[in-house]
């Protein structure tokens, strides 16, 4: 951390606009559907949808998929097909089959966007005459989007259907989509702090939705959720300012900020978290030695990179030379910001070919990027690190602080084993 660091509103930040490399929302999909076992994702789309998804999906080839593509022909695009009765068609077809189906989220992608195919009314219209099934709609288009706003418009999507809680009911929502082992971590960490009535959007089930209302407090796990944001506070509820529960010191300043919130004494705080924060500046000092030093270059990918480079920077001792991000979220990134070292480069928006340029003439050890940039990299001797990869594995708290590190210094010891 850098006494220099300039605060948040202050910080220069380079936009970009220019030719993007990112995946679409419809990549969200894949850890969704793990997450909420009781919903399924009908994409309404074209056979180039059908095809991300089952190849990002590639390993699920095997188990009765939750998800599927309703695909736009031709002579629908040309209008010469009534979609609403299509569609209805589809989903009767499909709920024949899977009757266990209890929410089904229809995702709209740039084909039915570019046609304005209204899903948000078909849901509507599917609902009516479907009581038994809870019909939301969200689009993961890729037109201006990249793929970590599909889980922001899904959890947006579902933030009307969320019970109402009671005015004086005091409670607080962790929001973002965590792997269950990281759930539970954090639900029994918040049970040792003193923190009762938690609950996660989403949960495990779309059956099991946490009440919000005027006194609920929520903390969001994930920096690209600020559509979700805006509609949990429509609905009364305040966000918790903090940093994001990356590494030691990022999970305790996390984590405290909701003690805080909650009227907890920093005293039992400090004692409730102290074994696992100890755990986690352990599993880390094992890495510092490898990542210390060495410098970092974020391309706009994922989101993520704000929190990740100041993870890097503040427990590891990584240099960032550029931190890239699609689209940065000031107030929620506000805390990140203010920890990251002064002269870091933070740049928003993107512009492939100039940023390439700058990772080239820099020669970062570390590139974290898509992976489309990924292999061209490689082959021009830069280490790079698959950003996707990050939104995959478990990366959260205390206990993934490790982890987290591993995943930074495989690719710079995978280098070294190359050039030996
Ligand atoms: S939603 Fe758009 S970007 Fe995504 S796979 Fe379909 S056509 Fe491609």
């Keep these: 951390m850098s006494a220099a660091a300039p605060a948040a509103a202050e910080r220069p930040i380079l936009r970009e606009r220019g030719q993007r490399e990112v995946f679409c929302g419809l990549t969200g999909i894949v ?14 789309g074209s056979r180039t949808c059908a095809h991300l998804l089952q190849s990002a999906a590639g390993v699920m080839i095997f188990a009765e998929p939750r998800f ?37 989220f229809l995702v709209g992608s740039c084909p039915s966007e570019v ?43 579902m933030v009307p259907v969320l019970p109402q809680a009671a005015p004086d009911a005091a409670s607080l929502v962790i929001v973002g989509a965590l792997p269950d082992i990281v759930e539970d971590q954090f639900a029994r960490l918040f049970a040792e702090i003193g923190i009762d009535n938690v609950a996660f959007l989403p949960g495990r089930s ?17 920096p690209f959720l600020g559509t979700t944001a805006q509609a949990l506070e429509e609905r009364g509820a305040v966000r918790i300012p903090a940093p994001f529960p990356f590494g030691a010191e990022g999970t305790a300043a996390w984590a405290g900020a909701a003690a805080a919130a909650f009227g907890i004494e920093e005293l039992a705080l400090r004692r409730a978290i102290a074994p696992a924060r100890e755990r986690a500046k352990r599993a880390l000092e094992r890495y510092r030695p490898a990542l210390a030093g060495k410098t970092v270059f974020f391309m706009p990918d994922s989101q993520l990179e704000v929190p990740l480079a100041r993870f890097l920077a503040s427990e590891l001792g990584m240099v960032p030379i550029e931190i890239g991000t699609p689209f940065l979220h000031r107030a929620h990134l506000a805390e990140e910001l203010a920890l990251l070292p002064a002269a870091v480069t933070v740049s928003e928006g993107q512009d492939v070919e100039r940023q390439l340029d700058r990772v080239r003439a820099a020669r970062p050890d570390l590139t974290v990027c898509g992976l489309g940039l990924a292999n061209p990299l490689e082959a021009e001797g830069l280490a790079t690190k698959w950003s996707i990869e990050l939104v995959f594995s478990p990366i959260h708290g205390f206990e993934q602080a490790g982890d987290l590190a591993e995943l930074f210094a495989r690719p710079l010891r995978r280098r070294d084993v190359l050039r030996v």
């Design 206 to 222: 779309v059956r099991d939705l946490p009440p919000v209302g005027p006194g609920t407090r929520y903390l969001l796990a994930q």
């Design 31 to 44: 850890w969704l559907h793990r997450k909420m076992p009781d919903a399924f994702f009908l994409v309404v």
């Design 68 to 104: 599927a593509t309703a695909i736009i022909e031709e002579r629908d695009l040309a209008g010469m097909a009534d979609l609403d009765e299509e569609l209805d068609r589809t989903v009767s077809r499909l709920l024949e089959r899977r009757p266990e189906i209890a929410t089904l």
């Design 115 to 157: 046609i304005k195919l209204d899903l948000a009314r078909a849901a509507v219209r599917l609902g009516s005459t479907r009581p038994q099934v809870r019909f939301l709609a969200y689009s993961g288009s890729g037109i201006e989007t990249t793929f970590t706003e599909g889980e922001d418009a899904c959890l947006a999507a």
